[in-house]
């Protein structure tokens, strides 16, 4: 199986407050080129610089900000989706288009077996070179992105083979393009179908996870994060500049949006955190990578003993418990519901009779299994 080359966290991709440790480790990188050009034992200097190195890492790392944890979910040298494929995926068919459009590079969709489970994968690809990265829209999707997610999606229901989606995107695609072809519309048509997909859906996000762009690809019966990175309604820096007109403010955002792995899941937003090796994946992508195969087979596993029906209702009242609102809110829940409230009587004093007595505000809901409906 090919296996991606170990990159270096030296040199320009370093993060700003890994700079004492990029200090020390270019020292240790100086005697280990020196102890192989001399005759004296500089094994204690080396055994005191790698020693050094590990608790400073480890020291470091463990004080991350929320902010931190953004910077390291972009660090240049984090695996992405195609070094997920090269490295886990034992076979990889690709598989193009969205029947209506076109091919949008920014998200993948294949066929793959990893450690000999069968599945399709879907993923957000972002790209390495400038070239790449330029076709791919840095992660941003377009809606035929979405679309060709959601066909491939229906096959695998078909083929009764598991989907395991990697969530790595700052948003979708702003784009004025993007808009006329229905942008808003094919992500809710995604979110509301995987609702009704009939086979065991697991949800990891590798790196960034902006807004609805991740959503898109992210309603599952399992979600995992990556112990640093993000899933957030907005970016940071997003958020600082419609609240405070700049983005400078963009580390105090981060630590308002509670973006992190460890706020979502002590919000109840994700079941489980992936744990990074010491210095973030970047700094040992082949280990980071292996306990996300190892967690998301392991996941698949457990989902396939389940019956079909019981795992469809199950994801869905797994996304109706999201942003329950508790005691802490309860004023701010009693606000919302004093103003629906008034906004449904307003809509009944202007057109009475047309809603049914007891149905106000009440969406429709299939139940699991039901027919769909029409499709894109």
């Not at 969205?98 to 998200?107: H, Q």
């Not at 083979?161 to 519309?185: F, S, W």
């Not at 609805?212 to 992210?218: M, N, R, S, V």
């Not at 460890?262 to 990074?276: K, P, R, S």
Request: charged letters at 30%; hydrophobic letters at 35%.
């Amino acid at each position: 199986m090919p296996r991606p080359d170990r990159k270096p966290v030296s040199g320009p991709g370093a993060l700003p407050f890994e700079k004492p440790i990029e200090d020390v480790r270019s020292r240790l990188e100086e005697l280990e080129e020196l102890a192989g050009q001399t005759t004296h034992d500089l094994s204690e200097e080396l055994e005191f610089y790698r020693d050094r190195l590990a608790r400073l890492t480890k020291e470091i790392y463990g004080q991350l900000t929320p902010w931190n944890r953004v910077q390291v979910a972009r660090h240049p040298h984090r695996p992405l989706t195609s070094d997920f494929v090269e490295h886990l995926c034992e076979d990889f068919v690709e598989l193009h288009g969205d029947g209506y459009f076109g091919d949008d590079r920014a998200i993948v969709t294949g066929l793959a077996t990893i450690h000999g489970e069968k599945v399709l994968l879907v993923g957000h690809r972002k790209g390495k070179s400038t070239k790449e990265r330029l076709a791919c829209h840095f992660g941003s999707a377009h809606p035929e992105g979405y679309r060709k997610a959601l066909r491939k999606m229906r096959l695998a229901e078909r083929m009764g083979l598991p989907i395991v989606c990697l969530v790595n995107t700052p948003g979708a695609y702003p784009g004025v393009g993007a808009e006329e072809r229905g942008q808003a519309r094919a992500i809710a048509e995604n979110i509301f179908e995987m609702f009704e997909i009939r086979t065991p859906i697991v949800v990891v996000v590798i790196g960034e996870g902006g807004s609805g762009g991740a959503l898109g690809i992210a309603v599952g019966d399992h979600i995992a994060m990556m112990e640093n990175s993000w899933y957030s309604v907005i970016s940071p820096e997003g958020c600082a500049s419609i609240l405070w007109r700049s983005a400078d403010g963009k580390e105090q955002a981060a630590e308002a949006l509670k973006l992190t792995a460890q706020d979502m899941q002590g919000l109840g937003l994700v079941d489980e955190i992936l744990d990074e090796p010491t210095g973030g994946a970047h700094a040992d992508p082949e280990a980071a990578m292996d306990a996300v195969g190892r967690a998301v087979v392991a996941r698949i596993h457990e989902l396939k003993k389940r019956p079909l029906d019981e795992l469809l209702e199950a994801r869905y009242q797994k996304f109706r418990r999201i942003a329950q609102l508790e005691q802490a809110l309860q004023t701010g829940a009693e606000a919302v519901a004093e103003t629906a409230e008034t906004a449904e009587k307003l809509a009944e004093d202007e057109a009475p009779g047309l809603i049914p007595e007891g149905q106000e505000g009440v969406p429709p809901r299939r139940t699991p299994g039901s027919p769909r409906g029409r499709r894109l």
